[in-house]
């Protein structure tokens, strides 16, 4: 784990699995909650948690693609990847692993 922290790469990759774990619990967990149960303080706490890691894979993203001269298409897909539930794990598994 240590590791992965020493390279802009390596905290894409951390960050991207944990935006992607935020995700499904946004969609999974948290809206469930707002709109079954009527707990809407569930959406406003992991969805604030995700938007922030949201704009952390989205700065990395730009920053390792810059670094590693990824082409526009890669870094587009890469963005695509953080919309669709499960996309940032394909992204890790596809393009992150260096």
């Given at each position: 784990?240590?590791?992965l922290l020493k390279t802009s790469l390596?905290?894409?990759?951390?960050?991207?699995?944990?935006?992607?774990?935020?995700?499904?619990?946004?969609?999974?967990?948290?809206?469930?909650?707002?709109?079954?149960?009527?707990?809407?303080?569930?959406?406003?706490?992991?969805?604030?948690?995700?938007?922030?890691?949201?704009?952390?894979?989205?700065?990395?993203?730009?920053?390792?693609?810059?670094?590693?001269?990824?082409?526009?298409?890669?870094?587009?897909?890469?963005?695509?990847?953080?919309?669709?539930?499960?996309?940032?794990?394909?992204?890790?598994?596809?393009?992150?692993?260096?």
């Amino acid at each position: 784990m240590t590791d992965l922290l020493k390279t802009s790469l390596g905290r894409l990759r951390i960050i991207a699995f944990t935006e992607g774990v935020s995700y499904l619990i946004l969609l999974g967990i948290a809206m469930p909650l707002k709109y079954i149960a009527h707990m809407p303080e569930a959406v406003r706490v992991v969805g604030m948690a995700h938007g922030v890691l949201f704009v952390l894979y989205v700065v990395l993203l730009i920053q390792v693609a810059i670094e590693r001269s990824w082409s526009l298409k890669i870094t587009f897909l890469a963005f695509v990847a953080s919309l669709i539930p499960f996309g940032t794990f394909y992204a890790d598994a596809k393009w992150f692993r260096g």
